[in-house]
Protein backbone atom coordinates (compact mmCIF):
# COMPACT_ATOMS: atom_id res chain seq x y z
CA UNK A 1 0.00 0.00 0.00
CA UNK A 2 0.99 3.51 -0.54
CA UNK A 3 1.33 5.72 2.43
CA UNK A 4 -0.44 9.34 2.91
CA UNK A 5 2.07 12.15 4.38
CA UNK A 6 0.30 11.65 7.62
CA UNK A 7 0.72 8.30 7.39
CA UNK A 8 4.26 8.78 7.05
CA UNK A 9 4.59 11.12 9.93
CA UNK A 10 3.28 8.75 11.93
CA UNK A 11 5.54 6.01 10.93
CA UNK A 12 8.54 8.17 11.28
CA UNK A 13 7.36 9.29 15.12
CA UNK A 14 7.34 5.63 15.89
CA UNK A 15 9.86 4.02 14.43
CA UNK A 16 11.83 2.55 17.25
CA UNK A 17 8.82 1.20 18.76
CA UNK A 18 7.72 -0.23 15.56
CA UNK A 19 11.15 -1.85 14.82
CA UNK A 20 11.40 -2.62 18.34
CA UNK A 21 8.06 -5.11 17.74
CA UNK A 22 8.79 -6.12 14.08
CA UNK A 23 10.52 -9.35 14.99
CA UNK A 24 7.26 -10.89 17.01
CA UNK A 25 5.30 -10.43 13.72
CA UNK A 26 5.26 -13.04 11.59
CA UNK A 27 3.37 -11.63 8.42
CA UNK A 28 2.25 -15.09 7.64
CA UNK A 29 -1.05 -16.91 6.58
CA UNK A 30 -1.27 -18.98 9.76
CA UNK A 31 -0.34 -15.98 11.79
CA UNK A 32 -2.22 -12.88 10.22
CA UNK A 33 -5.05 -13.05 12.89
CA UNK A 34 -2.54 -12.61 15.81
CA UNK A 35 -0.26 -10.37 14.07
CA UNK A 36 -3.50 -7.85 13.36
CA UNK A 37 -4.56 -8.31 17.02
CA UNK A 38 -0.77 -7.06 18.35
CA UNK A 39 -1.04 -4.51 16.12
CA UNK A 40 -4.11 -3.03 16.89
CA UNK A 41 -3.10 -2.91 20.35
CA UNK A 42 -0.29 -1.28 20.30
CA UNK A 43 -1.13 0.95 17.27
CA UNK A 44 -4.68 1.86 16.99
CA UNK A 45 -5.84 2.58 13.84
CA UNK A 46 -2.56 2.66 12.45
CA UNK A 47 -1.97 -1.18 12.26
CA UNK A 48 -2.97 -1.39 8.82
CA UNK A 49 0.12 1.25 8.16
CA UNK A 50 2.40 -0.22 9.97
CA UNK A 51 1.85 -4.31 9.28
CA UNK A 52 2.48 -2.59 5.71
CA UNK A 53 5.88 -0.78 6.69
CA UNK A 54 7.17 -4.14 8.46
CA UNK A 55 6.20 -6.28 4.82
CA UNK A 56 8.08 -3.26 2.75
CA UNK A 57 11.05 -3.36 4.85
CA UNK A 58 11.69 -6.64 4.84
CA UNK A 59 10.77 -6.33 0.98
CA UNK A 60 13.81 -4.70 0.44
CA UNK A 61 16.14 -6.68 2.09
CA UNK A 62 19.74 -6.16 0.47
CA UNK A 63 18.51 -2.61 -0.86
CA UNK A 64 18.41 -0.54 1.98
CA UNK A 65 18.87 -0.39 5.85
CA UNK A 66 16.14 -2.30 7.81
CA UNK A 67 15.27 0.75 9.77
CA UNK A 68 14.36 3.00 6.77
CA UNK A 69 10.48 3.99 5.76
CA UNK A 70 9.34 2.51 2.61
CA UNK A 71 6.76 1.42 1.14
CA UNK A 72 5.82 -1.99 -1.20
CA UNK A 73 6.35 -0.10 -4.42
CA UNK A 74 9.43 1.63 -3.45
CA UNK A 75 11.09 -1.50 -2.10
CA UNK A 76 10.30 -3.36 -5.20
CA UNK A 77 11.69 -1.16 -7.32
CA UNK A 78 14.69 -0.15 -5.48
CA UNK A 79 17.99 -1.29 -6.98
CA UNK A 80 20.26 -3.70 -4.75
CA UNK A 81 22.80 -2.39 -3.18
CA UNK A 82 25.53 -3.75 -4.85
CA UNK A 83 24.28 -2.79 -8.34
CA UNK A 84 23.71 0.93 -7.04
CA UNK A 85 27.45 0.96 -5.76
CA UNK A 86 28.71 -0.56 -8.96
CA UNK A 87 26.40 2.70 -10.97
CA UNK A 88 27.94 4.76 -8.24
CA UNK A 89 31.27 3.70 -9.33
CA UNK A 90 30.78 3.53 -13.10
CA UNK A 91 29.51 7.73 -12.81
CA UNK A 92 32.75 9.05 -10.69
CA UNK A 93 35.16 6.87 -12.94
CA UNK A 94 33.49 8.90 -15.68
CA UNK A 95 33.92 11.88 -14.36
CA UNK A 96 30.78 13.02 -12.76
CA UNK A 97 30.72 15.29 -9.43
CA UNK A 98 26.94 15.87 -9.32
CA UNK A 99 24.32 13.61 -9.40
CA UNK A 100 20.26 14.84 -9.40
CA UNK A 101 18.14 11.29 -8.91
CA UNK A 102 15.08 12.65 -10.43
CA UNK A 103 12.71 9.58 -9.23
CA UNK A 104 14.52 9.79 -5.64
CA UNK A 105 11.64 7.81 -4.27
CA UNK A 106 13.01 7.15 -0.85
CA UNK A 107 16.69 7.86 -1.52
CA UNK A 108 18.29 4.65 -2.20
CA UNK A 109 20.29 5.58 -4.63
CA UNK A 110 21.91 8.19 -2.47
CA UNK A 111 24.35 6.74 0.38
CA UNK A 112 26.25 4.76 -2.46
CA UNK A 113 26.53 8.16 -4.29
CA UNK A 114 28.23 9.52 -1.50
CA UNK A 115 29.99 6.98 -0.61
CA UNK A 116 31.45 7.18 -4.51
CA UNK A 117 32.46 10.80 -4.26
CA UNK A 118 29.52 12.38 -5.41
CA UNK A 119 27.14 15.18 -4.50
CA UNK A 120 23.81 14.09 -4.28
CA UNK A 121 20.34 16.00 -5.18
CA UNK A 122 16.97 14.11 -4.96
CA UNK A 123 13.83 14.88 -6.42
CA UNK A 124 10.23 12.91 -6.41
CA UNK A 125 6.86 14.01 -7.28
CA UNK A 126 5.00 12.05 -4.32
CA UNK A 127 4.80 13.98 -1.23
CA UNK A 128 4.84 11.08 0.95
CA UNK A 129 7.90 9.24 -0.60
CA UNK A 130 10.07 12.32 -0.13
CA UNK A 131 9.29 12.49 3.40
CA UNK A 132 10.00 8.85 3.61
CA UNK A 133 13.42 10.18 2.23
CA UNK A 134 14.31 12.55 4.46
CA UNK A 135 13.37 10.47 7.55
CA UNK A 136 15.84 8.09 5.94
CA UNK A 137 18.79 10.42 4.86
CA UNK A 138 18.51 13.06 7.65
CA UNK A 139 18.05 16.60 7.42
CA UNK A 140 21.17 17.43 5.23
CA UNK A 141 19.91 15.85 2.43
CA UNK A 142 19.09 18.13 -0.57
CA UNK A 143 15.36 17.32 -1.49
CA UNK A 144 12.82 18.86 -3.84
CA UNK A 145 9.37 17.91 -4.53
CA UNK A 146 9.18 18.29 -8.59
CA UNK A 147 8.03 16.53 -11.85
CA UNK A 148 10.85 14.19 -13.57
CA UNK A 149 9.87 15.76 -16.53
CA UNK A 150 9.91 19.64 -15.52
CA UNK A 151 13.42 19.82 -14.96
CA UNK A 152 14.49 21.91 -11.71
CA UNK A 153 18.36 21.83 -11.55
CA UNK A 154 20.01 23.23 -14.80
CA UNK A 155 22.72 21.36 -16.64
CA UNK A 156 26.13 21.56 -14.92
CA UNK A 157 29.97 20.43 -15.90
CA UNK A 158 30.21 17.00 -14.89
CA UNK A 159 26.69 16.62 -13.51
CA UNK A 160 24.36 13.93 -14.27
CA UNK A 161 20.28 13.22 -14.51
CA UNK A 162 19.54 9.51 -12.82
CA UNK A 163 16.43 8.68 -13.54
CA UNK A 164 14.25 5.12 -12.65
CA UNK A 165 11.29 5.15 -14.31
CA UNK A 166 8.51 2.79 -13.37
CA UNK A 167 9.63 -0.75 -14.78
CA UNK A 168 6.13 -2.69 -13.87
CA UNK A 169 1.96 -2.48 -14.99
CA UNK A 170 -0.78 -4.28 -13.79
CA UNK A 171 2.33 -6.79 -12.08
CA UNK A 172 4.32 -7.11 -15.52
CA UNK A 173 7.24 -6.28 -16.81
CA UNK A 174 7.42 -3.41 -19.22
CA UNK A 175 9.82 -3.78 -22.28
CA UNK A 176 8.74 -1.09 -24.39
CA UNK A 177 10.59 2.12 -23.17
CA UNK A 178 8.00 4.62 -24.71
CA UNK A 179 5.57 2.50 -21.94
CA UNK A 180 7.88 3.27 -18.79
CA UNK A 181 6.84 6.04 -16.54
CA UNK A 182 7.94 8.54 -17.12
CA UNK A 183 8.46 7.50 -20.55
CA UNK A 184 12.00 7.06 -21.84
CA UNK A 185 11.76 9.33 -25.06
CA UNK A 186 10.34 11.82 -22.65
CA UNK A 187 12.83 11.90 -19.95
CA UNK A 188 15.68 11.78 -22.77
CA UNK A 189 14.24 14.83 -24.80
CA UNK A 190 13.67 16.69 -20.88
CA UNK A 191 17.15 16.27 -20.11
CA UNK A 192 18.92 17.00 -24.22
CA UNK A 193 21.43 19.33 -22.39
CA UNK A 194 22.40 16.82 -19.72
CA UNK A 195 24.40 13.65 -18.96
CA UNK A 196 21.64 10.28 -18.31
CA UNK A 197 21.95 7.11 -16.35
CA UNK A 198 18.66 5.50 -16.58
CA UNK A 199 17.61 2.41 -14.76
CA UNK A 200 15.53 -0.13 -17.05
CA UNK A 201 14.08 -3.71 -16.96
CA UNK A 202 16.47 -5.93 -17.63
CA UNK A 203 14.31 -7.21 -21.62
CA UNK A 204 14.38 -3.62 -22.25
CA UNK A 205 14.43 -3.40 -26.11
CA UNK A 206 17.54 -1.25 -26.40
CA UNK A 207 18.39 -1.52 -29.91
CA UNK A 208 18.16 2.06 -30.71
CA UNK A 209 20.28 3.57 -27.77
CA UNK A 210 23.29 5.16 -29.11
CA UNK A 211 25.47 4.84 -25.63
CA UNK A 212 26.41 2.74 -23.00
CA UNK A 213 24.07 -0.01 -22.31
CA UNK A 214 24.77 -1.94 -19.34
CA UNK A 215 23.47 -5.03 -18.10
CA UNK A 216 24.03 -5.74 -14.37
CA UNK A 217 24.10 -9.49 -12.71
CA UNK A 218 23.93 -10.45 -8.83
CA UNK A 219 24.19 -13.69 -7.61
CA UNK A 220 23.16 -14.95 -10.64
CA UNK A 221 19.56 -13.21 -11.51
CA UNK A 222 19.73 -10.31 -13.59
CA UNK A 223 18.80 -7.46 -11.93
CA UNK A 224 18.00 -4.30 -14.50
CA UNK A 225 19.69 -2.82 -17.92
CA UNK A 226 21.07 1.24 -17.31
CA UNK A 227 21.52 3.20 -19.92
CA UNK A 228 23.78 5.72 -20.10
CA UNK A 229 24.04 8.79 -22.58
CA UNK A 230 27.05 8.83 -24.39
CA UNK A 231 29.25 11.08 -22.63
CA UNK A 232 29.64 8.37 -20.20
CA UNK A 233 30.19 5.08 -22.40
CA UNK A 234 29.15 3.59 -25.61
CA UNK A 235 28.73 -0.01 -26.51
CA UNK A 236 27.48 -2.78 -24.31
CA UNK A 237 28.40 -4.04 -21.26
CA UNK A 238 27.87 -6.89 -18.84
CA UNK A 239 28.78 -6.71 -15.06
CA UNK A 240 28.46 -9.49 -12.85
CA UNK A 241 28.37 -9.16 -9.17
CA UNK A 242 28.04 -11.85 -6.38
CA UNK A 243 27.75 -10.95 -2.53
CA UNK A 244 31.06 -12.82 -2.21
CA UNK A 245 32.95 -9.90 -3.79
CA UNK A 246 33.34 -11.05 -7.11
CA UNK A 247 33.16 -8.93 -10.19
CA UNK A 248 33.27 -9.47 -13.82
CA UNK A 249 32.91 -6.48 -16.28
CA UNK A 250 32.35 -7.79 -19.68
CA UNK A 251 32.76 -5.08 -23.01
CA UNK A 252 31.94 -5.54 -26.76
CA UNK A 253 30.16 -3.97 -29.29
CA UNK A 254 27.39 -6.80 -29.00
CA UNK A 255 27.70 -9.98 -30.70
CA UNK A 256 26.53 -10.93 -34.69
CA UNK A 257 23.79 -13.30 -34.73
CA UNK A 258 25.31 -16.65 -36.13
CA UNK A 259 28.89 -15.59 -36.50
CA UNK A 260 30.16 -16.72 -33.26
CA UNK A 261 32.46 -19.63 -33.01
CA UNK A 262 30.63 -22.96 -33.59
CA UNK A 263 34.58 -25.60 -34.61
CA UNK A 264 34.06 -28.68 -36.53
CA UNK A 265 35.19 -30.76 -34.22
CA UNK A 266 32.40 -30.59 -31.89
CA UNK A 267 32.19 -30.21 -28.17
CA UNK A 268 34.41 -29.49 -25.56
CA UNK A 269 35.34 -31.47 -22.31
CA UNK A 270 32.95 -28.76 -20.28
CA UNK A 271 29.78 -27.04 -21.36
CA UNK A 272 29.20 -23.66 -19.88
CA UNK A 273 26.46 -21.31 -19.72
CA UNK A 274 27.26 -17.63 -19.38
CA UNK A 275 25.42 -15.54 -17.00
CA UNK A 276 22.30 -13.97 -17.73
CA UNK A 277 24.19 -10.06 -17.65
CA UNK A 278 26.61 -11.87 -20.29
CA UNK A 279 23.43 -13.18 -22.57
CA UNK A 280 21.19 -9.66 -22.13
CA UNK A 281 23.77 -7.74 -23.32
CA UNK A 282 24.57 -9.65 -26.36
CA UNK A 283 28.04 -10.35 -24.87
CA UNK A 284 28.64 -14.09 -24.91
CA UNK A 285 30.56 -14.30 -28.34
CA UNK A 286 32.99 -12.01 -26.55
CA UNK A 287 33.09 -13.87 -22.92
CA UNK A 288 34.04 -16.65 -25.39
CA UNK A 289 36.51 -15.42 -26.74
CA UNK A 290 38.04 -13.97 -23.49
CA UNK A 291 38.31 -17.73 -22.01
CA UNK A 292 39.15 -19.45 -24.93
CA UNK A 293 35.58 -21.41 -25.53
CA UNK A 294 33.37 -22.00 -28.37
CA UNK A 295 29.58 -21.80 -29.26
CA UNK A 296 27.82 -25.89 -29.21
CA UNK A 297 25.55 -23.40 -32.00
CA UNK A 298 25.85 -20.14 -33.51
CA UNK A 299 22.30 -19.41 -32.44
CA UNK A 300 22.47 -20.80 -29.00
CA UNK A 301 24.23 -19.60 -25.83
CA UNK A 302 25.55 -22.81 -24.82
CA UNK A 303 29.25 -22.54 -24.88
CA UNK A 304 31.88 -25.36 -24.62
CA UNK A 305 35.74 -25.89 -23.98
CA UNK A 306 38.41 -27.23 -22.43
CA UNK A 307 37.99 -26.09 -18.90
CA UNK A 308 35.41 -23.79 -17.19
CA UNK A 309 36.74 -20.05 -16.53
CA UNK A 310 37.10 -18.69 -12.72
CA UNK A 311 34.47 -17.80 -10.45
CA UNK A 312 32.00 -19.61 -12.98
CA UNK A 313 30.48 -22.67 -13.31
CA UNK A 314 29.81 -25.46 -16.12
CA UNK A 315 29.42 -29.36 -16.88
CA UNK A 316 31.28 -32.03 -16.99
CA UNK A 317 30.12 -33.69 -20.37
CA UNK A 318 29.79 -37.63 -20.56
CA UNK A 319 27.67 -38.21 -24.08
CA UNK A 320 25.57 -36.22 -26.52
CA UNK A 321 22.30 -38.41 -27.60
CA UNK A 322 19.25 -37.28 -29.64
CA UNK A 323 16.53 -36.17 -27.45
CA UNK A 324 14.71 -38.86 -28.01
CA UNK A 325 16.61 -41.62 -26.66
CA UNK A 326 17.96 -39.48 -23.53
CA UNK A 327 16.01 -42.09 -20.80
CA UNK A 328 17.59 -44.74 -22.04
CA UNK A 329 21.12 -43.28 -22.19
CA UNK A 330 20.14 -41.62 -18.22
CA UNK A 331 19.72 -45.24 -17.01
CA UNK A 332 22.88 -46.36 -18.23
CA UNK A 333 24.73 -43.32 -16.52
CA UNK A 334 22.86 -43.84 -12.89
CA UNK A 335 20.88 -40.75 -12.93
CA UNK A 336 18.94 -40.31 -10.05
CA UNK A 337 18.26 -36.59 -10.36
CA UNK A 338 19.30 -34.09 -12.97
CA UNK A 339 19.38 -30.73 -13.44
CA UNK A 340 17.71 -29.68 -17.23
CA UNK A 341 19.00 -26.79 -18.95
CA UNK A 342 16.89 -25.82 -22.47
CA UNK A 343 18.07 -23.46 -25.44
CA UNK A 344 16.42 -23.51 -28.64
CA UNK A 345 14.12 -26.55 -27.96
CA UNK A 346 10.49 -26.34 -27.16
CA UNK A 347 10.86 -28.68 -23.67
CA UNK A 348 9.93 -27.94 -20.35
CA UNK A 349 12.38 -28.99 -17.87
CA UNK A 350 9.60 -29.88 -15.25
CA UNK A 351 7.40 -31.99 -17.67
CA UNK A 352 10.67 -33.92 -18.99
CA UNK A 353 12.04 -34.30 -15.53
CA UNK A 354 9.19 -36.21 -14.33
CA UNK A 355 8.49 -38.15 -17.69
CA UNK A 356 12.38 -39.59 -17.48
CA UNK A 357 11.48 -41.70 -13.56
CA UNK A 358 15.04 -41.98 -12.71
CA UNK A 359 16.26 -44.19 -10.13
CA UNK A 360 19.80 -44.53 -10.03
CA UNK A 361 21.77 -43.04 -7.59
CA UNK A 362 24.13 -40.32 -9.27
CA UNK A 363 23.19 -36.58 -9.78
CA UNK A 364 23.39 -35.53 -13.43
CA UNK A 365 22.86 -32.69 -15.89
CA UNK A 366 21.15 -32.69 -18.76
CA UNK A 367 21.94 -29.51 -21.65
CA UNK A 368 19.09 -29.67 -24.13
CA UNK A 369 20.02 -27.41 -27.28
CA UNK A 370 18.96 -27.20 -30.84
CA UNK A 371 22.22 -27.26 -33.03
CA UNK A 372 21.41 -27.30 -36.20
CA UNK A 373 17.84 -28.89 -37.51
CA UNK A 374 18.78 -31.39 -34.39
CA UNK A 375 17.48 -31.76 -30.69
CA UNK A 376 20.42 -32.61 -28.87
CA UNK A 377 20.72 -34.05 -25.43
CA UNK A 378 24.49 -33.38 -23.61
CA UNK A 379 24.67 -35.84 -20.59
CA UNK A 380 27.03 -34.15 -17.96
CA UNK A 381 28.16 -34.33 -14.59
CA UNK A 382 26.82 -32.64 -12.14
CA UNK A 383 27.19 -28.39 -11.90
CA UNK A 384 30.61 -27.72 -10.85
CA UNK A 385 31.84 -24.63 -9.39
CA UNK A 386 35.81 -23.20 -10.62
CA UNK A 387 37.00 -20.95 -7.61
CA UNK A 388 37.64 -16.97 -9.04
CA UNK A 389 41.43 -16.68 -9.67
Known amino acids: MAFSPSEVAYLAEHAARIEALAPEIALTKASVFADRARLDAEFGQHARAVSALIAAQRQADGKFPGWWLTDSDAAQQATPALVAAHRARTLAGAGATLVHDVTCSVGSEAPHMVDAGLTWLGSDLDAARLRMARYNLGRDAWLVRADALHPVSAPVARGVVVADPARR ?215 EHRPAA
Open 169 to 383: KNGRRITDPADLEPPLPALVDAYRSSELAIKCAPGIDYSEWDGLVSVVSLDGGVKETCLYTPGIGAGREAVVLRADGFVDVVRGAGDVVGEGDHRAEGPGEWIVEPDGAVIRAGLVQEWARRHGLWMLDPHIAFLTGRDVPPGYSGFRLREVVQLKKLKAALRAHDAGAVEILVRGVDVDPDALRKKLKLKGTQQRAVIVARVGDDALAYICDAR
